[in-house]
Structures are given as structure tokens and as C-alpha cells.
DNA sequence: GTAAACGGTTTTTTCGAAATTTTCGAAACT
DNA sequence: AGTTTCGAAAATTTCGAAAAAACCGTTTAC
């Protein structure tokens, strides 16, 4: 009966079915859910930027053990969710204008990127899902800062698991890896930004949609970029923070698009 | 006196004089060291793709202790260079002709991006440590076959340190680090290539070098891209395992370059 | 008055053993 | 014969304590 068949060896290098990087640890194990739940906290700003991460502190808010805790940090630091230093333990990343900037734009060429090839590889349950997560967005948002924080929360989960939609069935497993880790890291941001900003948006995920439905990859393409430099330019003008910092704000913008 | 003023409270996201995302662990601890020692270990093949990471030979190998290994695992899953499963223990990260080729068209962008901001903001330094890296590869290479190990570790060493004095000067934290990460990830199949390849290859290298130093944005690009391809194609051709696994090798090297 | 030195306290880092889970082969059953 | 069940062995995961390092307020010397 419906058994894995037995294979003879290792074949050596044998081609995996998921040739993909990797993209979480494990779904279970206890140290998955440590991660899991101080990624939310630092994304939502539980966590502050800059904050120390004493391991007292950490060890009952978690309810978990020290070196479990160093497992879960690490793998935070590497997701440039945190630092860590020598000998001086563990800080949440900090935020600034500058690091948003550079992000955003390394995030349009990766969006792009993606749901371009999404787009063309798209089947009938890929739509299927976009227009479910869809619904469930539109069912709930925008979040405007009196909302409670529970709303925001799952306003962001929502808001994720739409843009991950489109980019599903994109075939090349290291640009879905990369999207997905700056992805996590606008977050921070835009958590920032549902907490301050209080200006309403057209509904440009609608369009987004519609256009992505539509296998328009130059639309989709074009109203992703401008997706993300209206998030940037409404943070840059409502978040009060954001703007004080003037360490070298400039990012690398690529003057000419095509250079070649 | 030159001490650090205290602040009120957390001021809710300072400019941090370094807001680069992260780059690498600490410097001196322990962990680092087998980290590292890993690290080269997998990019080296010392530790084979597939191949299964037991606590207690690894313990043995590199004489240390269970937490300090499974933290050093545990980055270099997110690195992308192990995997790990719910509860059966870590893997060292597979090879395939697909994620080549895949990581491989991301690099081109990345190497591209981050080479052209460098040449734009380029100082007198940079430009004096290129001279110094490229003089210590030019020394040594290229590795043929026969070449003893050592060797070949002491010129993959060189070549890192010579491509990453290229795009030093780069003022994106996170293109830097994605790059990096990739660049790591490439070493693995530069290896096999190495270990296997007995064609010459013209000096791509000195032309390369020529070329930022003039500061020609557009040819030093083309070259880093010709660069990179050919590494792929002699590769491809060469590395006898590579060209088997047909698991949908097909990458998604974007058709229209120039989108908008 | 400034700077270096000291020691107690806190915090991080490292370690190996206990607990849990998986693996694998042999026996029992259909 | 093939499949399932069971139990011993092996490996992984988790934990808290011991060791090491950093921090900070105080004292001491110049």
C-alpha cells in the first residue's frame, strides 16, 4: 500500500526534488517555534530595534532553555533580524532610513523578477489561491492606527500570504528565497507605518491582482514597483523616526536601467 | 571623556552608524571557528553534497561540543549551504546542474548591481586593494587538476578576495550581502570545476581588473557577466556529474532584460 | 583632577548528560 | 512471501549548570 518505495543508496548528488535553498527549519521541532515567535515580535516591534536580548529576559518570556534560545537567535541574525557581537550578546537590528531605502530598492528588482516568471509558469490553482488571499486582505483591511493590534497582526499575516500568492509558482527557488527574507524585513517597516500613518492608499492591490490574473506581466511588474516606493515615500513622510536619521541616506538606485 | 553618553530610554530606532544588515557572526568565539572550518569544509567538498552530518563524528572532527555544533549547523542552513529535517539531523546541501544555473543568474545581477555602485563611488584605496588582490591571484593561478589541495584552497581564497576588493566600495549593505552569500555558493561548483576542468580559459580576470580601474561601468559589467557564464558553460561541459540530473534544469534567465 | 586598578556582580559562552525521537532488524501474523 | 508489530540501539533534541568573560561602581595612585 501507498508506501515510499525503498531506494537502493545515495545516489551521490542525485537530483532532489526541491533543489531549493532551504527557506525555515523545521515545521515542529521546539526551537522552530522560539524562532517563530521572536521573528513576530521583532517584526511587530515587541521586540524594539536596538533592544538588548538579555537571556534571562528572553529565557521566561519564551519559556525555554538557554540553548535554545542561542539556536533561534542565530538563525535571527542571519535573517539580519538581529546582532550579535563578540562577547556582548544579542540586539534587535536596528531600523533606519537608510536600511529601508536599500532594501526597497533590491526588493523591486526581486518582486519583479519573480512574478514575471510566476506569471508565466501560473496555473489554475495558483489563481485559485491569489484570488482567496485576496479576498481574505480585502475582507479586513487597510488597518488604520486606532485599530487594535490584533487586527494589524492579521491584517500583516493576510497581507503576506497575498504577495507570497503571486510569486508562488515562480521557478527560481534562490529569487523566491531572497524575496522572501526582504519581504520580512519591509515588514518591520510597515508595521512601523500601520502604527503612524493615517493616509489612505487606492486600492492598489486590487489592480495588482487583476493585472497578475490577467498574465500582464509589464502592468504587474510596473504596479509592484510602485507599490513599494508608495510604501517607502508614505513611511518616509508619516513615520516620525524615519525621517531624522540623515546617516547617508541615499541608496544605490540604478541610475541607467539598462545598461546594456 | 570620551565615553558614551547615556541615552534617556531606547530612542525607538537611531541612526545606527553601521545599519548593514549582518555579514557574519563574531570574529573570535569559539562557534565562529567551526563555523568557518564547516563552511570551508562543504564549499571544498571535504564534507560531500548529501551527505549525512552526525553530531558525534562531526564532535570528533572538530573537537567541540554538541550546542556549539548545532549553532554552527544551524547557520549554515540559513546560508543555504545545510539542511535539516524535523527530527533526523542535518545534511550537507545538494548540488544540481538546476540550482547552478539558477544561483548563477542571479549572481550576474547582483555582481553587476553591486560592481557598478562600487566603480561609481571608488576611492584611491579600493582601487590600491584590487591592485594587491588581483597581483595574489595572478601569482598562483589558474589550478589545474593536478594541482595539490592546498593549492587549490590558497587560489579560491585569492579569487574571493580578489572579486570581493571589486565591489568593496559598493554603498549597499544588502546587495553586498546577497552576493556574498551567493558569491559562497558558487565556490562549491568552482570547486568541482577545479577538481575536474582541464580546458584554459583566457585571462578574464586582468581584463576584468582593467576594466574597473578605468572606472567603464558598462564593460567592467559585461565582463563580470561573460565571467560568470562561462564559468557556468565550461562547467556544464567538464564536471562530470553536473550534466546528469535533468530535474528541470532550466533557469529563469529573464528574456526581456529591459522590462519598462 | 584624571586615569588606572581592583573586585563583586551580572551576562554570556560552553559543555556534557538526560530525555525524546527515530531507525533498523527480528519475530509474529495474515 | 509479504506485511505489520515490537523492542533494542543509535541519533537527535533539549536542558541547566559550570566556566569564562564583560560590566560597573569604587578605590587608589599619580
Redesign the pocket.
Known sequence: ?A?ILKMPLEPLSRAAATTAPQDVL?ED???FEVLRQMREDILCCVLKPDQ?????ELRQRYD?????L?EALSHLVSEGLAR?E?????TVAPVSLADFLDLSELRVYLETRTLADAIRHGTDSWEAEIVSAYFLLSKLGPPMPDDPVGVKREWGKRHKRFHDSLVATCTSPWSLHFRSELFDQARRYHWLTMIHARSRRPNEHLALRDAVLARDVDLSCRLTEKHIRTTVDQAVSEVPGLTMDRASGRSIRPSRRNKR
Open positions: 500500500m508506501k523545521r521541532a521546539a526551537t538588548r536580548l538579555r537571556f534571562g525555554t532553555s538557554v540553548g535554545t542561542r550579535t563578540a562577547g556582548r550578546g544579542f
